[in-house]
């Protein structure tokens, strides 16, 4: 049987308790992006193991993980960390083939062989309680513990998982941002600027990049309106093509805008006042 690395007591783990607030499917958008994105990764992987990092007050969220990446690949292992020892004590009695729960922060215990890297690191609603000055730090320690190949997805959501906005990362650093949104609850893009990362939150003033962008897809949503007597869904491709065509690096293409989805290239938001 596997054996626990979770580190002796003397070790604190990296980071400090905030709140837990979770909700069962909250987090459905990010699972199904990455099971999509990531799910080849996953397959090539020898040891497709993935941490729900900060899984909160109850093991949902985890479990869900597991479900949605089993259907990419059947072997997948998800870790759930906490450092909350009480949520961890909560977690124990939803263990089962595949589903583990340890207490850890930022460090990111694995279970089994000492040096064991995961896959994938999500996560969601945890750095948003952080200080803007600690993400990159915390994103660079996170980045050190993926896998070859791995990736590190961090970001934020409303409560029910309406709305959401996250970053991916690789080892080498930040690769992309992905706006995730529930279209029929959403009145422009913009809505989306209440649930962005900590990294761009509070950069969602005029000269910054990430301003400009939502700017121009508030234009591109109004000047789609028309489209939006087909469906919302409509309307939201149009707006991304749109957005393409004006300059803005997007990754993906109408098979993921139509799921609600818009993910464009990480520098083309970077912080840094380029913004028009
Ligand atoms: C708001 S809850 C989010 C729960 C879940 N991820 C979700 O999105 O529904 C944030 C959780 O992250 C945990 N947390 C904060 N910093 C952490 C760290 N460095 N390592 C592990 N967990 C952490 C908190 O204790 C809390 O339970």
């Known amino acids: 049987m596997a054996r626990s690395s979770s580190p002796p007591p003397s070790a604190r783990p990296v980071g400090s308790a905030t709140r837990g607030t979770t909700n069962p499917n909250r987090l459905r958008r990010m699972d199904r992006w990455i099971a999509a994105t990531h799910g080849p990764q996953l397959r090539r992987t020898a040891d497709p193991v993935a941490v729900d990092l900060g899984y909160g007050a109850a093991p949902w969220t985890a479990v869900e993980l597991l479900d949605r990446l089993r259907t990419a690949h059947g072997d997948t292992q998800v870790v759930g960390v906490e450092i909350d020892p009480e949520r961890v004590a909560a977690a124990k009695p939803y263990e089962r083939d595949g589903l583990t729960f340890l207490h850890g922060g930022f460090e990111v215990p694995l279970p089994g062989a000492p040096g064991r890297s995961p896959a994938l690191i999500r996560a969601a609603n945890v ?3 952080y200080d803007e000055a600690e993400v990159v730090a915390v994103w660079a320690r996170l980045c050190a513990r993926l896998a070859p190949g791995g990736l590190l997805v961090e970001g934020t959501c409303d409560e029910i998982g309406r709305r ?3 970053v991916a990362l690789g080892p080498e650093g930040p690769r992309t941002v992905t706006f995730a949104a529930r279209l029929a ?3 422009t893009p913009s809505d989306l600027a209440e649930r962005l990362p900590k990294a761009l939150i509070h950069r969602n003033v ?5 301003h ?3 700017r121009d897809f508030d234009r591109a ?3 789609a309106a028309p489209y939006g007597a087909l469906s919302a869904r ?3 491709i149009r707006s991304a093509r749109t957005l393409h065509a004006a300059g803005w690096p997007l990754t993906d293409g109408p098979h993921r805008w139509r799921q609600g989805e818009v993910t464009i290239r990480w520098d083309a ?3 840094g006042g380029t913004g028009a």
């Open 206 to 210: 005029p000269g910054e990049p990430v």
């Open 234 to 236: 409509q309307r939201w």
């Open 212 to 214: 400009a962008f939502l």
């Open 164 to 166: 959401h906005v996250w």
């Open 221 to 223: 949503w109004a000047a």
């Open 269 to 271: 938001l970077a912080p």
């Open 127 to 129: 750095l948003r309680q």
């Open 185 to 187: 609850a959403l009145s």
